[in-house]
């Protein structure tokens, strides 16, 4: 098997609830797949944006490798077929926005992404989340 790439973004979890999930390509450079496959990648900030009918993936940052490199914070543009893309438009309502969760290859080796559709929460949601994860980590050490 080719090299296992499976980095999640930990924080989207307590930040967001998850409405729907997508799994899409990205266009990447070379030197950009090559840092992703060491781990030099950083998406907590990141978001998809809609440009000219195309979904944009913004504030991704891979780090530059050696001999030609890429731009660090380059915009990617992620792929979805095109009844995926408009349905995603119609559902971008007031509030919602869709972030990356998770960056993986599959069974052929390709990098994909795997977007969420989400809602941010409230301060109330999070603590909720928190009391939650107390509450779990004090019946493990039971």
């Not at 080719?2 to 979890?13: E, F, L």
């Not at 967001?16 to 060491?38: C, H, M, P, W």
């Not at 993936?57 to 914070?73: A, F, Q, R, W």
């Not at 972030?99 to 795997?114: C, L, S, T, W």
Request: hydrophobic fraction near 35%; include cysteine.
């Amino acid at each position: 098997m080719r090299n296992s790439i499976n980095i999640q973004n930990r924080r989207a979890k307590f930040e967001y609830e998850f409405i729907d999930s997508y799994i899409a390509g990205i266009v990447l450079f070379g030197t950009e797949v090559k840092a992703i496959r060491n781990g030099k990648i950083s998406f907590l900030d990141s978001f998809c944006i809609f440009d000219k009918g195309e979904l944009i993936l913004k504030n991704v940052v891979i780090d530059k490798g050696s001999g030609y490199t890429h731009e660090p914070n380059r915009d990617k543009k992620l792929l979805l077929k095109n009844k995926e893309i408009n349905k995603l438009f119609k559902d971008l309502k007031d509030g919602l926005t869709i972030i990356p969760y998770r960056i993986f290859n599959n069974e052929r080796g390709i990098i994909k992404v795997e977007i969420k559709l989400s809602k941010g929460k409230k301060l109330w949601d999070k603590r909720e989340t928190i009391k939650n994860r107390d509450i779990k980590k004090q019946i493990r050490n039971i």
